[in-house]
C-alpha cells in the first residue's frame, strides 16, 4: 500500500501539505527496502523541493551512486543539495548584509534581471550575488570553476532556473538573452514583485538587501520607460 501512494504521488504530483505525508510514506517504505533507487531518488527531489533534511539526501545519494547507473542525475541532485545547504549556512552564521553597487564595481548584472547561461543554454532570473565566489573550496573543484578563465575571483550570482532548480553562476557564463521569457519557478514570487516584460521586480526585502541594482537594470536594459512603470508596481 505504501509503494502504491508512492507511485501515485510520483504520477499525479502532491501540493505542499501533500508532499508531506508522501514523505512518511517514503521514509516507511525505506526501513523495509532501503536500497529502492527509483524511491530514495524521488526522496531526495521531495527533501530538496521542502528544503529539509539536506545531510541525510547527500548521504543515500552518495548511496545511491553505488548501485544506480544514472549518474548525471544522481550528480545533478548532490549539486542541487550542496548549494541548498550552503545556502543555508550562509544565512545561519550571518545576518544578510546590504550590497552597495559602489562597493562591488565588478558585478556587471543585478537582481531582477533574466539571464542565459553560455554553455548550458538555460534561462534564470538573478536573486542575489557575490562579488567573489563564497562557495566552499571543494564545491569549486566539483564545479569546474577552477577551470574557468576568471576561476572563483569574480562575481557569482544566485539563480532561480527555469527547470525548477537554484543554481549559483559565475558572472562570465552569464550573458542577457535577445529575448527574455518569464522563468517558470516555484521562488519567484518569494523574491519578486512582478514581472515587468524585460526583468523581475524585486520584492521590498530584496530591494533593501540591494538599493542599488533597479538602477543597473534600467542602465543595462536602456529603459527609462521601464524604470516609471516599475516605480508605479510598487507603489501600488
Same mark, same amino acid.
Given at each position: 500500500?505504501?509503494?502504491?501512494?508512492?507511485?501515485?504521488g510520483?504520477q499525479? !504530483?502532491f !501540493?505542499?501539505?501533500?508532499?508531506?505525508?508522501?514523505?512518511?510514506?517514503?521514509?516507511?517504505?525505506?526501513?523495509?527496502?532501503?536500497?529502492?533507487?527509483?524511491?530514495?531518488?524521488?526522496?531526495?527531489?521531495?527533501?530538496?523541493?521542502?528544503?529539509v533534511?539536506?545531510?541525510?539526501?547527500?548521504?543515500?545519494?552518495?548511496?545511491?551512486?553505488?548501485?544506480?547507473?544514472?549518474?548525471?542525475?544522481? @550528480?545533478?541532485?548532490?549539486?542541487?543539495?550542496?548549494?541548498?545547504m550552503?545556502?543555508?549556512?550562509?544565512?545561519?552564521?550571518?545576518?544578510?548584509?546590504?550590497? &552597495?553597487?559602489?562597493?562591488?564595481p565588478?558585478?556587471?548584472?543585478?537582481?531582477?534581471?533574466?539571464?542565459r547561461?553560455?554553455?548550458?543554454?538555460?534561462?534564470?532570473?538573478?536573486?542575489?550575488w557575490d562579488?567573489?565566489? &563564497?562557495?566552499? &573550496?571543494?564545491?569549486?573543484?566539483?564545479?569546474?570553476?577552477?577551470?574557468l578563465?576568471?576561476?572563483?575571483? &569574480?562575481?557569482?550570482?544566485?539563480?532561480?532556473v527555469?527547470?525548477?532548480?537554484?543554481?549559483? @553562476?559565475a558572472?562570465?557564463?552569464?550573458?542577457?538573452?535577445?529575448?527574455?521569457?518569464?522563468?517558470a519557478?516555484?521562488?519567484?514570487?518569494?523574491?519578486?514583485?512582478e514581472f515587468?516584460?524585460?526583468?523581475?521586480?524585486?520584492?521590498?526585502?530584496?530591494?533593501?538587501?540591494?538599493? !542599488?541594482?533597479?538602477?543597473?537594470?534600467?542602465?543595462l536594459?536602456?529603459?527609462?520607460?521601464e524604470? @516609471?512603470?516599475?516605480?508605479?508596481?510598487?507603489?501600488?
Amino acid at each position: 500500500m505504501t509503494r502504491n501512494l508512492i507511485i501515485i504521488g510520483r504520477q499525479q !504530483g502532491f !501540493g505542499q501539505g501533500q508532499l508531506l505525508g508522501l514523505r512518511n510514506a517514503m521514509e516507511l517504505y525505506l526501513v523495509i527496502s532501503p536500497d529502492d533507487a527509483e524511491v530514495l531518488m524521488l526522496q531526495a527531489r521531495v527533501n530538496l523541493h521542502l528544503n529539509v533534511d539536506l545531510t541525510d539526501v547527500i548521504d543515500n545519494l552518495q548511496r545511491t551512486e553505488s548501485f544506480d547507473n544514472r549518474q548525471a542525475l544522481v @550528480a545533478h541532485l548532490l549539486e542541487e543539495a550542496r548549494r541548498q545547504m550552503l545556502n543555508y549556512e550562509s544565512e545561519k552564521k550571518e545576518k544578510r548584509k546590504v550590497k &552597495q553597487r559602489s562597493d562591488n564595481p565588478n558585478v556587471a548584472f543585478a537582481v531582477g534581471m533574466v539571464m542565459r547561461h553560455r554553455r548550458y543554454n538555460y534561462m534564470c532570473a538573478i536573486y542575489g550575488w557575490d562579488s567573489k565566489c &563564497q562557495a566552499s &573550496q571543494e564545491w569549486i573543484y566539483q564545479m569546474g570553476v577552477n577551470h574557468l578563465p576568471k576561476k572563483d575571483k &569574480q562575481p557569482f550570482y544566485n539563480v532561480l532556473v527555469d527547470d525548477g532548480s537554484n543554481r549559483y @553562476a559565475a558572472q562570465e557564463n552569464l550573458e542577457i538573452p535577445d529575448s527574455v521569457p518569464e522563468i517558470a519557478h516555484p521562488e519567484v514570487g518569494k523574491y519578486f514583485h512582478e514581472f515587468a516584460g524585460k526583468h523581475y521586480i524585486p520584492n521590498n526585502e530584496k530591494l533593501s538587501e540591494y538599493p !542599488g541594482d533597479m538602477e543597473i537594470v534600467h542602465k543595462l536594459l536602456n529603459s527609462d520607460r521601464e524604470e @516609471a512603470t516599475d516605480m508605479e508596481a510598487l507603489s501600488s
